[in-house]
């Protein structure tokens, strides 16, 4: 996943105000949460996916677009 904020992240030295206003404006969707991941593993792991093999799922709000 891409960056995402966790209460590890929030103790970072960089970690402000800004550094979020300005993770804010790369991704299109937002920052990542965990919750975000949450439903992607989800989904990769349930039924709805089962004829999904071998992918590169990103999850990062659309920051590397």
Request: proline share 6%; net charge negative.
């Amino acid at each position: 996943p891409g960056w995402m904020e966790t209460e590890m992240t929030q103790r970072q030295p960089l970690y402000g105000e800004q550094f979020k206003a300005d993770l804010e404006k790369r991704s299109p969707l937002g920052i990542t949460s965990v919750d975000d991941v949450v439903h992607a593993v989800e989904f990769l792991t349930g039924p709805s996916a089962s004829a999904i093999t071998g992918q590169i799922l990103v999850v990062d709000s659309g920051m590397s677009i």
